[in-house]
């Protein structure tokens, strides 16, 4: 561990490890507070896993929300986090009752405060929360993304970002019409306004970015551009310093070498989870996994939080939900709208069905798990030709030929030649799709409830009657695609309190700790309320973090030089 009684390098007022919307909201808002800030971040390329994702974030009571006439309140959000999430008495201190009144009072400020800086906000209104139903839940409106930033004003400094793909002006929003844009009137218009949203970003002369690149993009340029943060790459944080208990300080290793730096309001980790470490996957989740998260995303901030006794939670669970297995030398393909699109089903290896397929991604992934289903046991998607012609399905953009070359797809005129190719049960697969049938034809899904509720037929097609989600596995040629337990990153790490404070393996605050996003355990537990679950509370809790360290700052000033201000 680092001595304390060493030189510094030298001194900041708030240290913040890591890239993502959890850190940069952290170093954005200490900024914003008067603090002197520095971002390291361990890879090469900044976003963190942000900037992979689909850049919204749930933030119920948004001024948008408001403005349509959706009524919400503290209560009715409580009550739905009580009601697909448990209560906090069932899930444990991560999603303690102090933290999740904390998330609720302070996601419409973080809104505002956002907007405030120069963020402009756009809001998901058909995207429903993931469990409607539920006493609280409602149909669409708690779902925020920023509007497109032209990157062009980051100058060289997008270069550095961790770009998945080519700088388009797309919002998480408008996938639910995009992937049907064939097969839909308003599917077609949906993508037809995002086409012309991408020609009048071209014919502007801008480089317009959207979905999670958006979120990251926008970040970078309130701190780096308009409050003039400095960020700095491949300068990971290999360990704290502490004093009587406190952090004072850190280590980072940068281009230059090792350097200490001391902190006078506090270190903040922001660091992303441990998907990528594959040691830490076996002894936590006892699975290799097939993380979509940012490959640098290894768990040393977690590492290093242990090593100075902070208590962990939750490292058991991720952000799970299925995936179409990596071909050689590729990624894995995170796929949500396709399985729930008609003409589709998902069977096990004896071609059974497991899931109700329309169910959010944490669920589909925890049905997964729960029936055995793993890389080395994987499922199957099961689709009529209609699906292949009819709707966007994102694991064959990469490269069709490469998934049947490697047995990741499989396309069959039959059935019964899919069941042989796949290795199925035939007798077992055509009980399945004869039942499934069946419930196509009446519209009920009497095994698993498919296309009960709002969030399933968000992305189902209401063209097709009586159920937007159930269509009859019966026209040929048929495809299987391999598929496995995925994940959009780890939901354990850190115990951290209301105010992002780490907490010991004693329920103690570690003063000048913070930790947000996931590299701290969820306040939303084991499960997913809604479309931006991850980068809603990550937007909240570093805003909190960087506001409270500042609050620290401020109290250490005001203390007489013989006193330290003890942690609140």
Same mark, same amino acid.
């Given at each position: 561990?680092?001595?304390?009684?060493?030189?510094?390098?030298?001194?900041?007022?708030?240290?913040?490890?890591?890239?993502?919307?959890?850190? %940069?909201?952290?170093?954005?808002?200490?900024?914003?507070?008067?603090?002197?800030?520095?971002?390291?971040?361990?890879?090469?390329?900044?976003?963190? =896993?942000?900037?992979?994702?689909?850049?919204?974030?749930?933030?119920?009571?948004?001024?948008?929300?408001?403005?349509?006439?959706?009524?919400?309140?503290?209560?009715?959000?409580?009550? /739905?986090?009580?009601?697909?999430?448990?209560?906090?008495?069932?899930?444990?201190?991560?999603?303690?009752?102090?933290?999740?009144?904390?998330?609720?009072?302070?996601?419409?400020?973080?809104?505002?405060?956002?907007?405030?800086?120069? %963020?402009?906000?756009?809001?998901?209104?058909?995207?429903?929360?993931?469990?409607?139903?539920?006493?609280?839940?409602?149909?669409?409106?708690?779902?925020?993304?920023?509007?497109?930033?032209?990157?062009?004003?980051?100058?060289?400094?997008?270069?550095?970002?961790?770009?998945?793909?080519?700088?388009?002006?797309?919002?998480?929003?408008?996938?639910?019409?995009?992937?049907?844009?064939?097969?839909?009137?308003?599917?077609?218009?949906?993508?037809?306004?995002?086409?012309?949203?991408?020609?009048?970003?071209?014919?502007?002369?801008?480089?317009?970015?959207?979905?999670?690149?958006?979120? &990251?993009?926008?970040?970078q340029y309130l701190a780096k551009?308009?409050?003039?943060?400095?960020?700095?790459? =491949?300068?990971?944080?290999?360990?704290?310093?502490?004093?009587?208990?406190?952090?004072?300080?850190?280590?980072?290793?940068?281009?230059?070498?090792?350097?200490?730096?001391?902190?006078? &309001?506090?270190?903040?980790?922001?660091?992303?989870? *441990?998907?990528?470490?594959?040691?830490?996957?076996?002894?936590?989740?006892?699975?290799?996994?097939?993380?979509?998260?940012?490959?640098?995303?290894?768990?040393?901030?977690?590492?290093?939080?242990?090593?100075?006794?902070?208590?962990?939670?939750?490292?058991?669970?991720?952000?799970?939900?299925?995936?179409?297995?990596?071909?050689?030398?590729?990624?894995?393909?995170?796929?949500?709208?396709?399985?729930?699109?008609?003409?589709?089903?998902?069977?096990?290896?004896?071609?059974?069905?497991?899931?109700?397929?329309?169910?959010? /991604?944490?669920?589909?992934?925890?049905? %997964?798990? =729960?029936?055995?289903?793993?890389?080395?046991?994987?499922?199957w998607m099961i689709l009529d030709?209609?699906?292949?012609?009819?709707?966007?399905n994102n694991a064959f953009l990469?490269?069709?030929?490469?998934?049947?070359?490697?047995?990741?797809?499989?396309?069959?005129?039959?059935?019964?030649?899919?069941?042989?190719?796949?290795?199925?049960?035939?007798?077992?697969?055509?009980?399945?799709?004869?039942? *499934?049938?069946?419930?196509?034809?009446?519209?009920?899904?009497?095994?698993?409830?498919?296309?009960?509720?709002?969030?399933?037929?968000?992305?189902?097609?209401?063209?097709?009657?009586?159920?937007?989600?159930?269509?009859?596995?019966?026209?040929?040629? *048929?495809?299987?695609?391999?598929?496995?337990?995925?994940?959009?990153?780890?939901?354990?790490?850190?115990?951290?309190?209301?105010?992002?404070?780490?907490?010991?393996?004693?329920?103690?605050?570690?003063?000048?700790?913070? &930790?947000?996003?996931?590299?701290?355990? =969820?306040?939303?537990?084991?499960?997913?309320?809604?479309?931006?679950?991850?980068?809603?509370?990550?937007?909240?809790?570093?805003?909190? &973090?960087?506001?409270?360290?500042?609050?620290?700052?401020?109290?250490?000033?005001?203390?007489?030089?013989?006193?330290?201000?003890?942690?609140?």
């Amino acid at each position: 561990m680092a001595d304390a009684t060493k030189t510094w390098d030298e001194e900041v007022d708030l240290l913040v490890a890591g890239t993502g919307a959890a850190a %940069m909201s952290a170093a954005v808002s200490g900024a914003a507070k008067g603090l002197t800030v520095l971002v390291v971040e361990s890879s090469d390329k900044w976003g963190g =896993s942000t900037a992979m994702s689909g850049g919204g974030a749930w933030l119920p009571q948004h001024t948008l929300q408001r403005e349509a006439g959706i009524a919400d309140s503290d209560e009715n959000v409580l009550t /739905y986090l009580d009601a697909c999430v448990g209560t906090p008495e069932d899930v444990g201190p991560a999603s303690s009752l102090a933290r999740r009144k904390t998330f609720v009072k302070a996601a419409p400020e973080v809104y505002t405060f956002l907007e405030d800086l120069g %963020m402009p906000w756009v809001m998901a209104r058909d995207y429903p929360d993931y469990y409607p139903d539920l006493p609280g839940g409602i149909a669409g409106g708690r779902t925020v993304e920023p509007k497109s930033l032209n990157v062009k004003k980051l100058g060289d400094w997008y270069d550095h970002a961790r770009e998945t793909m080519p700088p388009v002006p797309m919002r998480s929003g408008d996938f639910w019409l995009v992937s049907r844009a064939w097969s839909t009137p308003s599917g077609f218009v949906g993508g037809a306004k995002m086409v012309f949203r991408v020609l009048g970003s071209v014919l502007t002369g801008k480089k317009d970015t959207g979905l999670g690149m958006s979120m &990251a993009a926008w970040l970078q340029y309130l701190a780096k551009v308009k409050q003039g943060t400095e960020v700095r790459l =491949s300068t990971p944080v290999t360990d704290l310093v502490m004093e009587d208990g406190r952090v004072i300080g850190a280590v980072v290793n940068g281009p230059d070498g090792q350097r200490r730096i001391r902190t006078r &309001a506090g270190v903040v980790f922001g660091a992303g989870g *441990f998907e990528s470490n594959k040691e830490m996957r076996q002894e936590y989740q006892g699975i290799d996994g097939a993380p979509s998260g940012s490959p640098s995303n290894d768990g040393s901030a977690i590492r290093i939080g242990m090593a100075h006794g902070a208590d962990v939670a939750l490292m058991d669970d991720a952000w799970w939900g299925p995936s179409v297995m990596a071909p050689a030398g590729g990624d894995p393909t995170f796929i949500v709208s396709e399985r729930s699109m008609p003409f589709s089903i998902c069977v096990d290896q004896t071609g059974k069905r497991f899931v109700n397929e329309s169910t959010s /991604y944490v669920d589909f992934g925890h049905a %997964m798990q =729960s029936n055995g289903l793993d890389i080395t046991n994987p499922a199957w998607m099961i689709l009529d030709v209609r699906h292949r012609r009819r709707y966007l399905n994102n694991a064959f953009l990469t490269g069709a030929k490469a998934l049947y070359e490697q047995g990741i797809a499989v396309k069959a005129d039959t059935l019964e030649e899919l069941a042989e190719k796949t290795g199925m049960d035939k007798t077992v697969f055509k009980e399945t799709i004869q039942r *499934f049938n069946g419930f196509a034809r009446k519209g009920v899904d009497e095994d698993f409830g498919r296309g009960k509720d709002a969030y399933d037929n968000y992305y189902g097609d209401p063209t097709v009657k009586p159920n937007p989600n159930l269509g009859q596995i019966a026209k040929g040629p *048929f495809v299987a695609v391999k598929i496995v337990l995925g994940d959009l990153g780890t939901k354990g790490g850190l115990l951290t309190d209301e105010f992002a404070r780490v907490l010991d393996t004693e329920g103690k605050v570690i003063d000048g700790f913070y &930790a947000t996003g996931n590299t701290s355990a =969820s306040v939303m537990g084991r499960t997913y309320p809604g479309a931006g679950s991850t980068l809603g509370p990550a937007l909240v809790f570093g805003y909190i &973090a960087g506001n409270d360290a500042a609050a620290r700052a401020a109290a250490m000033d005001k203390a007489p030089a013989s006193e330290t201000p003890v942690a609140r």
